[in-house]
């Protein structure tokens, strides 16, 4: 059985060494969560990906809320949330404190504009990695880059392009399943 503490634990490092939020988290978690522990395949780690992606909140609450209630029920979900807002919540209430003294700081400055690119980096990673997972190859590709230009160029919602690929993956099962 999974202890408190290793959920506790995993989440903690996974909300403490993530720089630039929910998506950039989605390596971290994968090691720890199907690498390291186990505790999920990568299809259900996939699957727990796309779920957290389409509920409302944040992404990383999401993820660990499931996670740890897959794990251990409702502590396990209290362990995981409470190991993955801990850190970015004492970053973030020290930052506010100490912002007014460093917001001119030149250094500074230059540190957040470093980041920016690897925060980029560590948010495009994710997306090779889950489309290996989902099996997306040569022949269906076109999906992902068309989802991707229908929302960045012409602005289409994306929870209208989610919509259309789910009804898109139903009717494509349908008649997979009545070709066979």
């Known amino acids: 059985m999974v202890k408190y503490c290793d959920i506790f634990w995993s989440f903690f490092k996974v909300g403490t060494f993530t720089v630039g939020g929910g998506y950039a988290m989605i390596p971290l978690m994968q090691r720890e969560l ?3 522990h186990h505790w ?4 259900e780690f996939l699957d727990e990906v796309a779920l957290s992606q389409s509920m409302p909140g944040v992404f990383a609450v999401n993820m660990a809320t499931m996670t740890g209630y897959r794990l ?6 209290a362990a995981a949330i409470v190991g993955n807002v801990l850190m970015p919540i004492v970053f973030i209430l020290l930052l506010a404190f100490f912002f007014r003294a460093f917001r001119t700081n ?3 400055e230059r540190i957040f504009m470093g980041l920016r690119p690897a ?3 560590l ?3 994710p997306v090779f990695t889950l489309a290996k997972s989902a099996h997306v190859t040569w ?3 076109w999906i992902p ?4 230009l229908l929302i960045w160029l012409f602005g289409v919602n994306p929870v209208l392009v989610v919509l259309a690929a789910a009804l898109g993956g139903l009717l494509y099962g349908k008649l997979k399943t009545h070709n066979s």
């Open 106 to 108: 030149i250094y500074v």
């Open 139 to 141: 022949g269906n590709v």
């Open 40 to 43: 999920m395949s990568e299809e």
């Open 72 to 77: 251990r029920k409702g502590w396990g979900a």
């Open 145 to 148: 880059v068309v989802s991707a």
């Open 123 to 125: 948010i495009a990673a």
């Open 119 to 121: 925060v980029v980096a």
């Open 34 to 36: 199907v690498d390291r």
